[in-house]
């Protein structure tokens, strides 16, 4: 392979550019302190920005109090929250890296246990449990609480929550925004017909299970610099008889593309069960297709998600054009230093430049005997 490795070219995106397309995939990690960074965040945050990522999304992070999904879980609901945030946005610039947050609401989904607790919900008499919301009086589940329906007043008081969480995020010097509408999650609920039965404005036909994300997309969009890009993370597919479907999904990327939404990060399922799975079996590279079909079809740049694995495939999904992203997850988990690997398995040249310089002078003079 020669210096042509597409994985390895910049992507500009308003006034943002990537300097490689692989971007770390926001992973929950359930240890925030009534919503602020702790030092895991820290420290967790520091392995990537020393591992030549071209980009970073922080995990889920609720815009409301009742928005998280467990009491560990970031907030960005109080301004208070900026400053443990801001800390995190550091590590990424002092190497020159953006950064994006995703904001969250959990929706039906909320008040669980984390997951190495179970992930179950919390039950009605632990002090920590609260009420969630959704658009419709629909639990997730036999165990789960049925969650309260939003009336007018609520639904417009998420969306200004949205907005404000947006404000924080300029103030925390993120360079973009996520809006999370995938996973099950309150957005994902409003898109969902197996979350929303509701039949005023804001449910029924799919004009009206759209209005809710457009309308968040809308104001954000209005509300943040003109240069700062909003991404969307959807379910593609519920992966469910009766759910969001592609083309439905197509059609919601067409109109955030017009609200002002520049890419669309494409994962899949939540709806009724596990966030990832869809109406294939999981496999590398198994939720490609959307951000292939989505990208050509709705005219809009993708974020390719789901089980990419190697420096080979990510390479594929970007040199098809596939995608113009990959978002990697697991993987980075279990190899910091996956773009390091994959600059030398693509053969690009003076691949240790990848990493910081410090780290760079050192491995250009590593020397191997045996």
């Not at 030092?39 to 020393?50: K, N, Q, Y």
């Not at 669309?264 to 966030?275: Q, R, T, V, Y």
């Amino acid at each position: 392979m020669t210096m042509a490795a597409k994985l390895f070219e910049p992507f500009d995106l308003r006034q943002v550019t990537f300097r490689n397309r692989v971007i770390l995939a926001p992973m929950c990690q359930y240890v925030a302190e009534e919503g602020h960074a702790t030092r895991w965040h820290r420290a967790h945050h520091g392995r990537f920005a020393l591992g030549g990522v071209g980009g970073a999304v922080l995990e889920a992070t609720a815009v409301t109090r009742d928005g998280r999904i467990t009491p560990g879980c970031l907030g960005i609901w109080s301004d208070a929250h900026v400053e443990g945030l801001a800390e995190i946005v550091a590590l990424y610039h002092d190497q020159s890296i953006p950064v994006g947050v995703q904001l969250a609401h959990a929706g039906r989904k909320a008040s669980a246990a984390v997951p190495w607790d179970g992930a179950q919900p919390l039950p009605a008499t632990d002090p920590r449990a609260w009420q969630s919301v959704a658009p419709s009086a629909i639990a997730f589940g036999e165990a789960w609480q049925v969650p309260r329906p939003l009336d007018d007043d609520g639904i417009e008081a998420i969306i200004d929550a949205f907005v404000a969480a947006g404000r924080r995020a300029v103030a925390a010097g993120f360079d973009f925004v996520e809006i999370h509408g995938a996973h099950g999650y309150l957005v994902n609920n409003f898109v969902s017909p197996i979350g929303n039965r509701r039949n005023d404005k804001w449910g029924g036909d799919q004009d009206g299970r759209f209005r809710f994300p457009l309308e968040i997309a809308r104001r954000l969009r209005a509300a943040l610099p003109e240069g700062m890009p909003i991404f969307y993370r959807a379910s593609a597919v519920d992966g469910v008889p009766g759910g969001v479907t592609i083309e439905d999904t197509v059609a919601l990327a067409r109109a955030l593309k017009a609200a002002g939404v520049d890419v669309i990060d494409c994962s899949s399922g939540g709806i009724a069960s596990s966030s990832g799975l869809a109406d294939r079996r999981p496999a590398p590279g198994y939720l490609v297709p959307y951000a292939r079909q989505i990208r050509a079809e709705a005219e809009i740049a993708t974020m390719a998600v789901g089980l990419i694995m190697t420096p080979e495939q990510a390479e594929a999904v970007i040199a098809s054009g596939d995608a113009d992203l990959v978002a990697i997850g697991r993987e980075l988990l279990a190899d910091s230093n996956f773009v390091h690997r994959a600059a030398q398995a693509l053969g690009v040249a003076q691949p240790h430049r990848v990493l910081p310089p410090n780290y760079a002078f050192y491995l250009e003079r590593r020397r191997y005997d045996g």
